[in-house]
């Protein structure tokens, strides 16, 4: 029976916070961390990665002192395979929400929480699990004897596939730990059989150490390199100079010289979109970023990385 893990529940609200782990303690999850901001849920959760555990993560979208997208950031930095599903009320086709899922949000779970939808994710995260932990010990098991017997390949192959929407032969091949005329010709013969698809070429950035392709992107301040950032607006006060975060003006008046800003563009100017570092207060027009391997867990820069291009496959019917 596959042991339930962690989880660690980021929600500033505390009713909602406790209507959530009383349900989830229905559900059989006993062992249940809560936190009302950013930087106490990123605390608890390096304290049990450091316990080499591996919480599932239910992270409200806005929250007092942090943006989702730095938690995210530094959740994955900690543990790059980390389970976090977001909780919001904002649509899932809206740019942001589609950003986040693409930095590697697991889930989307939209408010308010329906507790029939929130066991369905941990249903669904309970299977897969329990698939993985299966799955890796038959792959030890076939790797052993991939080169030598071919059925064997073909299975490992299989057991990749059913796992997958989508993958790249590169990916493919770094998963089953070789690349040779074998793997293409039983790929073509799933091809012919309408198992899988080819859509294409696809274009991957690629591990400057290890070459995996299984890679996620890490951002952080250009000035102290934290990743406790958030996305905000900002105000320049043009008498004082002043420039600070929209709320530090409070009833229309400079925290800096106290006047009041009267007229958008005459008095100050309303600057969208800044990001702004909550340890060295910080604020700027873009983030500085890294990418991480999945594998081996080196950080990169863009250009340091290896482009590899390499066939892509939808899976149809396996």
Known sequence: MTTKDDVLIVEDSPAIGMLLKNYLEKLGYSKIHTCTNGSTAIETFKELANQDRHPIVLLDYMLP???????????????????????????????????????????????????????????????????????????????????????????????????????????????????????????????DNRKIIQI?????????????????????????????????????????????????YVDDKCPSCNKLIRALGVDYRVMQNHYICNNCKGFFSEISSDYLCLKCENKFKLEEGRWKTSKNFKVVNM
Not at 226 to 235: T, V
């Open 200 to 248: 294409g070429d696809k274009k991957e950035l690629g591990c400057n150490q290890c070459d995996s392709v299984k890679i996620t992107q890490t951002f952080y301040c250009p000035s102290c390199k934290s990743s406790n950032f958030k996305l905000g607006k900002l105000i320049e006060h043009y008498d004082c100079g002043n420039i600070s975060e929209e709320n530090t």
């Open 65 to 191: 002192d942090m943006d989702a997208r730095s938690i995210l950031t530094q959740l994955l930095a900690i543990q790059p395979n980390a389970r976090v599903v977001m909780e919001t009320a904002t649509e899932k086709d809206d740019e942001g929400i589609k950003e986040l899922i693409r930095l590697g949000v697991y889930q989307y779970l939209e408010k308010p929480v329906r507790f029939e939808n929130l066991q369905s994710i941990f249903e669904t995260i309970e299977k897969e699990q329990s698939f993985f932990e299966n799955e890796s010990e038959q792959i030890k098991t076939l790797n052993q004897e991939k080169r030598e017997d071919k059925k064997k390949t073909h299975e490992l192959i299989d057991l990749i596939l059913r796992s997958s929407k989508q993958i790249s032969l590169n990916l493919l091949e770094q998963m089953i730990g070789f690349s040779d005329d074998s793997v293409t010709s039983y790929l073509k013969e799933l091809e």
